[in-house]
């Protein structure tokens, strides 16, 4: 294993597993010493500090979010079984988080309605009965896996509750937000990426029949604003689109919120002086400030691509015109030029929501405000009726999964005691 505090900058690879599990040093090291930098395996152009990342995400006429392959359905001629998995796929279209202005606005502006304030308010009561059933479930327990137990269901029923689908089928959406997830890892071998094509094809048959139920019979959830919207009047969605908007609806209006609920436990456990400030001080004013410090510190979202439309230099690198660049957030979020003592988990900064956890600019994510309610109601209900959260007896410390673009647990067995 390379040592990223030894080996010369040019060395570094950000995309080995070690350094998706673990980036922190390796992303300091890259502010300091080369805010730009091409690395030299897949040639991607890594940005890294705070200033740029945000000038980054603000100008989209640079930095496009529309990539090479974009309307294509993935195949890979030198696999035939993946070819034969995806020969009735639709193709991959870009929309809202992999468009561009105006188009990208267009898209976006179906969905906006779902996430508008008063329609966030009427989902509280609901995000806080799913938040009491599902601790309910673990409480005399005494302990759980907080990702399986808490983290993952909580958004994930808050989500497919707004798109619109059965309960029943919670454990399909998560198998699908699964399949989404390690195509974006670059991380699964020949087998991983035909099984993650199996689950996007099952995704693509499944949400086409419901798409044509809302057609026939709209109803007032996400799915029917997606298939009855069209552009500029003139255009109907059409399928292919349609399924490009709901599977990022799907993605991120679960994983990355399940990540943040899961490691904002985790940092508790291991800063007891930080949760001690939360513990005497359980007011809405506190636990947002917790919640803002965990988007910061965890940054689900860690990296996210954008393609330069022209030359670009940048810190005397020149970037050229449609290179891939990674835009990362998480290095941005611990950029010491912008949050003091970045590197510490502290819930009283004061600049708090200066973080870039749901991005920047036009794409700045779509379900913060959703997000950020699921995890102040789903904290407040935790920290009501548990405490005293430790690692689980026998409990290995917790780990990271490798993944290019998100960051995240892949579990957390923790102990606690319950409030009577």
Same mark, same amino acid.
């Given at each position: ?42 040639? /991607?152009?890594?940005?890294? &500090? ?18 090479? =392959? ?72 005494? &302990? ?14 808050? /989500? ?10 919670? *454990? ?19 087998? =991983? ?58 993605? @991120? ?23 001690? /400030? ?29 393609? @330069? ?13 449609? @290179?891939?660049?990674?835009? &990362? ?37 779509? *379900? ?25 007896? =026998? ?8 993944? @290019? ?13 319950? /409030?009577?």
């Amino acid at each position: 294993m390379t040592d990223i505090s030894r080996c010369p900058i040019h060395e570094i690879n950000p995309m080995l597993p070690q350094n998706l599990v673990d980036p922190w040093l390796m992303n300091k090291r890259l502010r300091d010493e080369a805010p730009v930098f091409q690395d030299p395996n897949s040639g /991607i152009f890594f940005i890294s &500090r705070y200033a740029d990342v945000v000038a980054m995400a603000t100008d989209p006429q640079t930095f496009s979010s529309v990539m090479p =392959g974009a309307n294509t359905r993935g195949v890979n001629a030198d696999d035939p079984e993946l070819a034969a998995i995806m020969a009735d796929a639709y193709p991959n279209v870009p929309t809202m988080l992999t468009q561009d202005p105006p188009l990208q606005r267009r898209y976006r502006k179906f969905v906006d309605g779902a996430f508008a304030p008063r329609n966030l308010k009427k989902l509280e009561p609901y995000i806080e009965q799913i938040s009491n059933e599902l601790i309910d479930d673990f409480a005399d327990a005494g &302990r759980c896996e907080f990702l399986e137990a808490f983290g993952i269901p909580l958004p994930l029923n808050v /989500i497919a509750s707004q798109i619109g689908t059965p309960l029943a089928d919670l *454990g399909l959406l998560r198998r699908w937000t699964e399949a989404f997830i390690g195509n974006l890892s670059q991380q699964l071998d020949k087998e =991983g990426i035909r099984e993650a094509a199996r689950g996007m094809v099952e995704f693509q048959k499944y949400f086409v029949e419901r798409m044509e139920e809302r057609r026939a019979n709209p109803t007032d959830d996400i799915l029917s604003m997606v298939v009855n919207a069209s552009i500029d009047g003139e255009k109907p969605i059409d399928n292919a689109e349609g399924l490009s908007m709901l599977s990022q609806i799907l993605v @991120a209006g679960n994983e990355t919120t399940a990540a943040s609920l899961t490691e904002g436990i985790w940092l508790l456990i291991q800063n007891p002086d930080q949760y001690e /400030i939360l513990r005497n001080d359980l007011t809405a004013e506190r636990i947002s400030d917790f919640v803002e410090e965990v988007l910061r510190y965890s940054s689900p979202s860690s990296n996210m691509f954008r393609r @330069a439309t022209r030359d670009v230099t940048l810190h005397g690198v020149t970037i050229p015109e449609n @290179a891939i660049c990674f835009a &990362r957030f998480a290095s941005a979020n611990q950029d010491e030029a912008q949050f003091e003592d970045a590197q510490r988990f502290d819930i009283t900064r004061t600049n708090l929501k200066e973080h870039v956890a749901f991005g920047k600019g036009i794409h700045h994510c779509l *379900g913060a405000a959703l997000a950020r309610r699921e995890m102040n109601i789903g904290f407040k209900v935790v920290f009501e009726r548990l405490e005293n959260f430790r690692l689980a007896d =026998g409990a290995e410390p917790p780990q990271f999964s490798p993944n @290019a673009l998100l960051h995240g647990l892949t579990g957390l067995d923790v102990a606690f005691d319950v /409030i009577r």
